[in-house]
Structures are given as structure tokens and as C-alpha cells.
């Protein structure tokens, strides 16, 4: 086993073919969730690397998911929030995972200046991230420091549970919006960047924003890595099933 201290690489020289001192490495590239974009492929560009098998996320590796980049979802939410705000007791909802929309509600955060409730839990969780101090002032685990709260994305899912936290707040907002961020909500035909739905005093948005590359985004990184072999790593249930996702991802 050898240690490159400078590059913190290691790796374990096997004989092969019975050759004394043959030696090949074959590089691979494992991708969890990401989003290609225009800065991540002028970095390949530079990079004088050839990438032998690609072990890919395919979340979405379906024709109809090819929604809207990442930035325009965000821009969306943050002029949703802007053109809601004309009622002063309003509480806007963002969902989000255990780990996952981070991006989007600091980025709402230093669009509009706001600080953002996250519970005591979450807020400790966000810590472990090593979010910069800039990231961090704009959390609070104060929910009267904020009108815009992260909350789990289960709690927005409906309108029967958006009503059941109307109740819980009712004595501070009289209008609640919801944000459920999430690929699944794309449908195939529409190029808008959210939906909104209202019923009463609540209103909810369904916004395509993901973590995961859409269909196109992989599309595209696929032929710019141009890997010898791309392994799918999710969805993956045979030959058939990979078979077909390779088929539309070369095509």
C-alpha cells in the first residue's frame, strides 16, 4: 500500500497476468446526487483525465424529467415569496429532507435577507456541515425570530396537514404558503418552474427542484465523461433495466 501524502491517495498494486512490475489503474467515477452545469463542465474540460467507468446517479433518468435548471427553481421561489409577502402575517414553508434543499432556503435567505427558522435539532445537523459562517448567520432556532420556516417536506405534503399547522399558528398568520421542492413534481409539458394551488387561506406550490440531475443534465455529462463503462446506480434492477437506461442516456 502506498501513500501519496501530497494528493492523501491510496492505492493497492495487484501483479497481474503474471508480469513483474505491470501496474495499470483504471479510473472511476462514482457520482452521488448532483446537478451538471455549465461551471462543472469547463472543470472536466481542464482536467487531463480519462474516466474508465462512471457509476451514475439516475434518479431521473426518464425523458419526461428534464425540468428546469436549478438556479430558475430557486429565482421562482424567491419571487413566489416576494409577491406573497403583501400580507404581513404570512408564514412561508419550506420543505426539506434530513439532509437535502440546503441551497435552496439560504439561498432565500441572501436574496431577501431573512433569517430562516430550522428546528434545534436541524440547526444542529446543518452544523455538522460545515456550512460557512456567512451560511450560518442567516439560521435561527427561534421560530418569533422568522416568518419563513424549514419544516419536513411529510408536514406540506397536503392541504389536510397544511390545515392541521393553520391551527397550530393561527394566533400569529392568517396565511400560510408552502414550498414542496422536490424533481418528482415536473410534468412533462410544462415549463414552468412551480404550480401553486390555493384553498382558503393556504397556499401551496409544488416547485421541480432537485438535487439530482435531470434527464438532459445527464444526458450531457454522460457525453462529456465519456466513460469506457457507465454503471446505473439507481433503478438498476438487470440487465434489462440498465440496458434500457443506457439506451436513452447514448441516444
Keep these: 500500500m502506498n501513500n501519496d501524502e501530497n494528493n492523501d491517495m491510496f492505492y493497492l498494486?495487484?501483479?497481474i497476468w503474471g508480469v513483474c512490475g505491470s501496474c495499470?489503474?483504471?479510473?472511476?467515477?462514482?457520482?452521488?446526487?448532483?446537478r451538471f452545469?455549465?461551471?462543472?463542465?469547463?472543470?472536466?474540460?481542464m482536467q487531463d483525465c480519462c474516466i474508465h467507468t462512471l457509476i451514475l446517479d439516475t434518479t431521473y433518468c426518464n425523458p419526461q424529467y428534464n425540468f428546469p435548471k436549478q438556479e430558475s427553481v430557486v429565482q421562482f421561489v424567491i419571487e413566489a415569496i416576494q409577491a406573497e409577502s403583501f400580507n404581513q402575517k404570512t408564514l412561508f414553508l419550506i420543505g426539506s429532507y434530513t439532509i437535502g434543499k440546503?441551497?435552496?432556503?439560504?439561498?432565500?435567505?441572501?436574496?431577501?435577507?431573512?433569517?430562516?427558522?430550522?428546528?434545534?435539532?436541524?440547526?444542529?445537523?446543518?452544523?455538522?456541515?460545515?456550512?460557512?459562517?456567512?451560511?450560518?448567520?442567516?439560521?435561527?432556532?427561534?421560530?418569533?425570530?422568522?416568518h419563513i420556516h424549514v419544516v419536513p417536506m411529510w408536514t406540506i405534503a397536503s392541504f389536510k396537514?397544511?390545515?392541521?399547522?393553520?391551527?397550530?399558528?393561527?394566533?400569529?398568520?392568517?396565511?400560510i404558503v408552502?414550498?414542496?421542492?422536490?424533481?418528482?413534481?415536473?410534468?412533462?409539458?410544462?415549463?414552468?418552474?412551480?404550480?401553486?394551488?390555493q384553498q382558503g387561506t393556504i397556499i401551496r406550490y409544488e416547485v421541480p427542484y432537485s438535487e439530482h440531475c435531470?434527464?438532459?443534465?445527464?444526458?450531457?455529462?454522460?457525453?462529456?465523461?465519456?466513460?469506457?463503462?457507465?454503471?446505473?446506480?439507481?433503478?438498476?434492477?438487470?440487465?434489462?433495466?440498465?440496458?434500457?437506461?443506457?439506451?436513452?442516456?447514448?441516444?
Excluded at 452545469?37 to 474540460?45: G, H, L, P, Y
Excluded at 428546528?119 to 456550512?131: F, N, S
Aim: include cysteine.
Design 13 to 15: 498494486q495487484v501483479e
Design 24 to 34: 495499470r489503474f483504471l479510473p472511476v467515477l462514482h457520482t452521488g446526487d448532483f
Design 37 to 45: 452545469n455549465d461551471e462543472m463542465a469547463r472543470t472536466f474540460a
Design 102 to 146: 440546503e441551497r435552496l432556503f439560504l439561498e432565500v435567505a441572501h436574496v431577501l435577507r431573512k433569517k430562516i427558522y430550522v428546528t434545534a435539532a436541524k440547526l444542529r445537523l446543518l452544523e455538522c456541515l460545515e456550512l460557512s459562517v456567512e451560511d450560518m448567520q442567516w439560521l435561527t432556532s427561534n421560530e418569533h425570530e422568522s
Design 161 to 175: 396537514r397544511l390545515k392541521q399547522l393553520s391551527h397550530q399558528y393561527s394566533e400569529r398568520f392568517s396565511l
Design 178 to 197: 408552502a414550498f414542496s421542492p422536490t424533481g418528482w413534481a415536473f410534468s412533462k409539458g410544462k415549463k414552468s418552474a412551480g404550480r401553486r394551488w
Design 214 to 251: 435531470s434527464f438532459e443534465e445527464l444526458k450531457e455529462f454522460v457525453k462529456l465523461i465519456s466513460a469506457v463503462e457507465i454503471i446505473p446506480s439507481v433503478n438498476n434492477e438487470g440487465a434489462e433495466s440498465r440496458n434500457d437506461m443506457l439506451a436513452l442516456l447514448l441516444s
